[in-house]
DNA sequence: GCTGAAAGGAGAATGAG
DNA sequence: CTCATTCTCCTTTCAGC
């Protein structure tokens, strides 16, 4: 847990935009040789700084044309109701974010379809038909302005 | 634009799970052997299925500890002042989502920063000092339940 | 801590069957 | 798709700054 210095910094913004990048370049790139860049990327994976790699798939190349945000307030807060609310996200792969949020609603969810009608069949007959959803809002996506993996590092 | 078939689709899934695989286990996960294992994966990248490789950065780990959705309307719907508002939305790192929407609002952004303090100081100073949001939303993420950048390949 | 070099082994990439 | 081949790159260890 040892504080990341700017060249710790570097190499993250490094393969946050490329993963796979070599460690010869990754080391070029960010100014140093490759045996302590190798030995930096290693401590940042052990560390859990980096989390993982991940390919990148276009939603759209996949057939996944729609998204939308959804606002979902649960019928009571029970133990019971949040686990199985639980549950369900963390079960269902057309839901890629869910986040509990402050305001009016309990939480935010984006989802992702193919079309908005297999979106809308998700909502009412997935999510609405659990039972434990007592009001939704939903957001369609029109135009996907931004949408990066890449966190600032200061 | 050859529609995938159930070998790609695995392909995909386990990349977009670890981005680093090499050709030979990913191979040996999906079933084949290793040269037709790459050329596949050579063409979902070539065809813009896969658009790219990332780590994954653990936003706590980073000091980032607090995150937002942020519902934005712009003043009016002009040429000039939705060009301004997409310019700052791209060059501003800590805005790591955002898209148009239906609904009341017009975008619905979601912004990461490393305090509560620090995301109200970069509403009030950077968006809404732009002088073309009329009014926005913040919620607050309490607790992320999931985040994910796979996506359903049915 | 860092660099530079060097070595063996692993994996990427291609061509032919 | 399999097989075989070439060549790049990874990974480690060493030396020395």
Request: hydrophobic share 45%.
């Amino acid at each position: 847990m040892t504080p990341l210095d700017e060249t710790d910094k570097r190499l993250l913004a490094i393969l946050q935009a490329e993963g796979r990048l070599p460690i010869q370049e990754l080391a070029a790139r960010a100014g140093l040789s490759t045996s302590p860049c190798w030995r930096r990327v290693r401590k940042l994976e052990e560390s859990g700084v980096i989390r993982g790699y991940a390919a990148l798939v276009d939603a759209r190349a996949v057939g996944l044309l729609t998204r939308a945000y959804v606002h979902v307030s649960l019928v009571d807060h029970s133990e019971e109701t949040i686990r199985r609310f639980d549950a369900f996200v963390a079960q269902e792969p057309q839901i890629v974010e869910c986040a509990s949020v402050t305001g009016a609603d309990d939480y935010l969810l984006k989802v992702v379809a193919r079309d908005p009608e297999a979106l809308e069949h998700f909502l009412m007959h997935r999510i609405l038909r659990l039972g434990i959803v007592r009001a939704s809002t939903t957001h369609f996506v029109l135009g996907q302005k931004k949408e990066t993996t890449v966190l600032p590092l200061d």
